[in-house]
């Protein structure tokens, strides 16, 4: 199993303080199947910055001391990009990491109260170059759970969604629960990662999430999510089944203003 997305890179952001604390973390990770993962500290988000370059020295560092350990895990240097007005500056000063080695995927994250009104453009700017974005745990994004349209709208323009396993379970409520199912329902889901930061609340999840999504929507429906993660990482071209409108609150308001 491939982990697209966690925090477990000692020491750099909100996430694993420190080599012992992640190389536990790695041993959960491995426990529940994971044998490769994408190691993305947070970039650019207004509080952390982690350039390219020291990313990459520190999960080699990291990748020998899970050796050491005898701890069967490989991981790749990534980075969860927040959107900003530089973020394409910075694509052109080399500093962003994507999910493949052919630049293809990048991991980006939304403020988790709005969907930014810049986001549309940016997007497009995005793809204008060749790059897929990832957009990483819709569900739990205010903008999207008011107006779902959004996000239905940037999946057909081609943009790739991550969900987060431990939404799926129930980690984050009711509320975000539900929401991942009603995304996953309008087949706006495209891969599920375990944005893992610690021990409580934010762990992996990745087993019982799929557990769930097997049982739910079948076995073949959670194989192409697996796929997919694969295919992010190689930077092949992922699957989507057919797409429809999130049944959220906003279209049931517009029915009711009409009669
Ligand atoms: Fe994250």
């Known amino acids: 199993m491939i982990d697209l997305h966690c925090h477990i890179l000692p020491g750099v952001d909100d996430g694993s303080p420190d080599m012992e604390t992640s190389l536990r973390l790695a041993q959960v990770a491995v426990d529940q199947?994971?044998?490769?993962?994408?190691?993305?500290p947070h970039h650019m988000d207004g509080q952390y910055v982690n350039h390219k370059a020291a990313v990459m020295t520190k999960t080699e560092a990291f990748q020998n001391a899970l050796d050491k350990s005898q701890i069967r895990l490989t991981v790749f240097p990534g980075q969860e990009v927040h959107i900003t007005g530089e973020l394409l500056q910075a694509i052109d000063q080399n500093d962003v990491l994507f999910a493949d080695e052919g630049s293809?995927?990048?991991?980006?994250?939304?403020?988790?109260?709005?969907?930014?009104?810049?986001?549309?453009?940016?997007?497009?700017?995005?793809q204008s170059r060749g790059i897929t974005p990832v957009l990483v745990h819709p569900e739990r994004n205010q903008g999207f759970m008011q107006d779902p349209d959004k996000l239905y709208e940037f999946v057909s323009q081609g943009c790739v969604t991550q969900l987060t396993a431990s939404s799926y379970v129930g980690v984050f409520g009711e509320h975000v629960q539900k929401f991942t199912e009603q995304?996953?329902?309008?087949?706006?889901?495209?891969?599920?990662?375990?944005?893992?930061?610690?021990?409580?609340?934010?762990?992996?999840?990745?087993?019982?999430?799929?557990?769930?999504?097997?049982?739910?929507?079948?076995?073949?429906?959670?194989?192409?999510?697996?796929?997919?993660?694969?295919?992010?990482?190689?930077?092949?071209d992922?699957?989507?089944?057919?797409?429809?409108?999130?049944?959220g609150k906003k279209r049931k308001k517009k029915l009711w203003?009409?009669?």
């Not at 199947?33 to 993305?40: R, V, W």
């Not at 990662?193 to 557990?211: I, L, P």
């Open 238 to 247: 992922v699957i989507f089944g057919e797409i429809h409108h999130v049944q």
């Open 33 to 40: 199947g994971i044998t490769h993962m994408l190691l993305t």
């Open 183 to 236: 995304i996953i329902d309008a087949g706006l889901g495209c891969v599920f990662a375990s944005d893992a930061h610690n021990f409580k609340g934010r762990n992996f999840k990745m087993t019982q999430a799929f557990e769930k999504l097997e049982k739910e929507k079948g076995v073949r429906f959670a194989e192409t999510y697996k796929e997919n993660a694969k295919s992010i990482i190689n930077g092949d």
């Open 257 to 259: 203003g009409l009669f």
């Open 104 to 126: 293809r995927y990048l991991i980006l994250e939304l403020p988790h109260n709005e969907v930014p009104e810049y986001t549309s453009k940016m997007l497009f700017g995005l």
